[in-house]
């Protein structure tokens, strides 16, 4: 690396996942050995972790070319990318790990280095809270991808497990929370995961783990304000192996917007970081061409097909519009409050095109919870950033609520001529119905997204009132929606069953923890199947079919029966 430029990326696999994770003590004395020959910037790899000739070089540029209020750049790590928050249009991320980062020495240095009492992420997170604590930024590059071998995402070991305990005990109290790290341990000691002799093994380090909880040192404040620490470090997104593309079809992206440029610019600036190029966008105004001018002048770099209705014509029609408009073989839908990650054409397209008949596919999702504080320009103030992660989503799932927001799948244009899409004779509950009719012609056996990574971002009311509003908006529609003829579904024995099992599950789940009474169970139409599932000659391979009205009230029905029988167990 004689012939580099100043700017230098010292690359040394610093730790491995399997045996060795990331020190906190020797990743300092790596940055002091990469200063040390004149590098500026400090590469963090995994050692199942290898970088590409190509990609080294992109890493060097972009690591160049970063302002100096950058301090970290993320990597891809592929085949599941990152399972950490970043925002969408931006690429700011909260945190990041190293299995693949290119680190500012000096701002490392500045904010005094790693932890070396922290390993693992927890010694990332740490790192990562101080750098922004001192106005650092990190960011999140897809465009700069390393390869992981072996397993994708290799399970933890009995003595992983325990010092990945010890290092989120110490973050907590380090950040000011010692009797939460003090109930983490005693919480994970009573219900620990299914290790042999894992409980034993817990209580020789937990003398270890207390001292080190009560007697460890404290973060200052403006690293604090960036610690969002619940149940792991921060809001996750998950990860999923990405699968890979045998062809590269063109994909559809219909954005519905009605009168709000400066909201749409927004949504529109997060297409840009697709790692998945072969696409085009379906822009659909209903109503006056408001945002004509400002997708033509300032989107022209974008494949984007605008089209204004004129008149109003309701969200299901203008919806419908852009599948009609559309030229992809496959849809996704993007509203115009909305946001993509920057994998999330990539990983639909992939699950699709590994489907013998391509249908429809759904992922996770992450919920913002902010209020618009101005429209023009457009800002929110931001309340609360989670991770929306379906346990499952079965048919008897989708017909008592929908589950898939708007963003959350992508679909085979066919379906939409074989089917149709969204209501266009109701103001709500227009992608509800689109799914349901989806459901009909794809035979779904998986109980939940085949994506569990959260690949959008949605946007909801942070105000309790708002929300409520918003809410009640929809149900106005819920019954009309329900009741449609065609909603009809054929499900055998065994699968109804199934349903069944799984919301007994749920409402058990609930009633564990004192949520049971969420179930407003009063507000719902109540009745059982028109045909009887507990007779024991039933064979598990009868079929039935049934409506989606049916399928929820029949829902409602178990809910209300294990409400009463929880009521007279008390």
């Not at 984007?304 to 030229?327: E, S």
């Not at 708007?406 to 509800?432: K, P, T, V």
């Amino acid at each position: 690396m004689d012939d580099l430029s100043e700017t230098v990326l010292f690359s040394r696999p610093l730790y491995s996942t399997a045996a060795q994770p990331l020190s906190g003590e020797a990743a300092n004395k790596a940055i002091v050995m990469a200063e040390s020959i004149g590098s500026d910037f400090i590469l963090l790899l995994d050692r199942q972790t290898e970088l590409s000739a190509a990609q080294f070089a992109a890493a060097l540029s972009a690591a160049a070319a970063a302002p100096a209020d950058v301090a970290a750049l993320a990597l891809r790590v592929l085949p599941c990318g990152p399972g950490w928050y970043c925002n969408p249009v931006s690429l700011e991320a909260d945190c990041t790990d190293a299995d693949g980062v290119v680190l500012r020495c000096s701002a490392v240095r500045k904010v005094g280095g790693f932890d070396s009492h922290l390993t693992g992420q927890a010694a990332m997170a740490d790192l990562c809270w101080r750098l922004r604590g001192q106005s650092f930024r990190l960011i999140y590059h897809p465009e700069l991808t390393a390869c992981r071998s072996g397993t994708p995402l290799p399970d933890i070991s009995r003595d992983g497990y325990i010092r990945c305990l010890h290092d989120r005990c110490r973050l907590l109290a380090k950040y000011r929370r010692k009797a939460a790290a003090a109930e983490l341990w005693l919480q994970t000691l009573r219900q620990p995961r299914h290790f042999d002799g894992i409980r034993k093994a817990l209580l020789m380090n937990f003398l270890t783990s207390i001292w080190d909880i009560f007697c460890c040192h404290t973060a200052d404040r403006s690293a604090k304000a960036f610690s969002d620490f619940s149940e792991s470090y921060g809001p996750q997104r998950g990860q999923c192996a990405q699968l890979p593309l045998p062809r590269q079809p063109l994909v559809s992206i219909v954005v519905r917007t009605c009168n709000r440029p400066d909201t749409l610019r927004e949504t529109l600036k997060c297409l840009y970081h697709q790692t998945y190029k072969s696409f085009e966008i379906v822009i659909v105004e209903d109503g006056k061409p408001t945002a004509q001018k400002m997708v033509r002048e300032e989107f022209a770099d974008l494949p984007i097909c605008y089209h204004a209705t004129g008149t109003n014509v309701g969200r299901g029609r203008a919806g419908n519009l852009g599948i009609q408009l559309a030229r992809g073989e496959f849809v996704s839908f993007l509203d115009d409050d909305d946001y993509y990650y920057p994998e999330y054409i990539e990983q639909h397209l992939g699950q699709l095109l590994h489907q013998s008949d391509p249908g429809f596919v759904l992922s996770d999702t992450m919920a913002l919870n902010a209020d618009v504080v101005s429209k023009t320009p457009y800002l929110l103030r931001t309340d609360k950033i989670s991770a929306i992660h379906f346990d499952h989503i079965t048919l008897l799932d989708m017909c008592v609520k929908c589950r898939v927001p708007i963003s959350g799948g992508m679909f085979a244009r066919r379906l939409y001529d074989i089917c149709g899409g969204m209501r266009e004779d109701i103001d709500g509950d227009e992608d509800w119905a689109m799914w349901l009719r989806f459901w009909k012609v794809c035979n779904r056996t998986a109980d939940r997204t085949e994506l569990p990574c959260a690949l959008s971002l949605c946007l909801y009311p942070a105000d309790p009132g708002k929300a409520a509003e918003r809410t009640a908006a929809y149900e106005v529609f819920d019954e009309q929606m329900l009741s449609d003829s065609e909603l009809v579904y054929t499900c055998t024995a065994a699968q109804l069953r199934h349903y069944a099992t799984v919301a007994q599950a749920d409402f058990d789940h609930l009633k564990a923890m004192g949520l049971l009474n969420t179930l407003q169970t009063e507000n719902h139409l109540c009745q059982s199947l028109p045909f009887d599932l507990t007779k024991d000659e039933t064979e598990e391979d009868t079929v039935y079919r049934v409506t989606a009205q049916q399928l929820n009230r029949w829902y409602w029905l178990l809910a209300k029966e294990f409400q009463e029988r929880a009521g007279r167990c008390c």
